[in-house]
């Protein structure tokens, strides 16, 4: 079946503007991560859905970052007034109720001139 | 705060060694630990996922072990390929919604 997916996978935007990045689940998972890969940092955390529960926010680095999700479905992570430091690759993962495993997408590279 | 460690940061080899890739965790109470390999502009692709009850995971020629005491977890290649060469991720789920704390990642190289 089809897997994780990310759009747009490339995003430049200028200092201050605002971006809007998707994530589409694998049908069916009720699990949903927003992670961030910055050069020297590594994979962090962002934010976290688990069905109609109160999102798990507590790895977005600022008020500027913020997530939906609609219909237990896809997702959109929105950050406002973007930052040069937030240029990274931002991954998107998804997991069954009960389950381990956590599947990725293919990631969205923001690039903030 | 959990965290995560994977050393060294590099690695090159020739083709056909077997080699060992390690993983060091802080916090000793994890759910379970997963490896990843990462090829350069593309996401993750899942390994293999030892459950903390679990001591070894074997898929094909990758075995990966955990000891959970000593927050350490091993991920062995045997006969390694030029195909091998990626980034490879550890990741913990200490249970928190399960959001994974990553290491830094090993990147391979793995010379013909």
């Known amino acids: 079946g089809a897997g994780v997916s990310q759009s747009p996978s490339n995003k430049v935007t200028e200092k201050g503007k605002d971006v809007e990045l998707r994530c589409d689940p694998i049908s069916g998972h009720t699990a949903l991560y927003w992670y961030r890969q910055s050069l020297g940092q590594g994979l962090e955390f962002l934010i976290y859905f688990q069905g109609n529960s109160a999102p798990d926010k507590s790895g977005l680095p600022s008020d500027r970052f913020s997530a939906e999700r609609t219909g237990g479905s896809v997702s959109t992570l929105t950050i406002q007034r973007t930052q040069q430091e937030d240029s990274a690759v931002y991954l998107c993962?998804?997991?069954?109720?009960?389950?381990?495993?956590?599947?990725f997408g293919p990631g969205t590279r923001l690039t903030v001139t | 705060k959990q965290e995560v460690t994977q050393i060294p940061a590099a690695l090159s080899v020739p083709e056909g060694e077997n080699l060992v890739l390690n993983c060091s965790f802080t916090?000793?109470?994890?759910?379970?630990l997963q490896w990843f390999r990462q090829d350069p502009g593309k996401g993750l692709t899942s390994l293999l996922l030892i459950q903390s009850s679990q001591r070894e995971q074997t898929s094909g020629r990758l075995n990966a072990s955990l000891d959970k005491s000593s927050g350490r977890s091993t991920l062995y290649i045997a006969a390694s390929q030029p195909g091998d060469s990626a980034t490879y991720l550890c990741a913990v789920d200490s249970g928190a919604n399960s959001k994974l704390t990553f290491g830094k990642g090993i990147t391979l190289s793995v010379r013909p």
């Open positions: 993962a998804s997991q069954t109720r009960g389950g381990y495993e956590q599947y």
């Open positions: 916090d000793s109470a994890i759910y379970n």
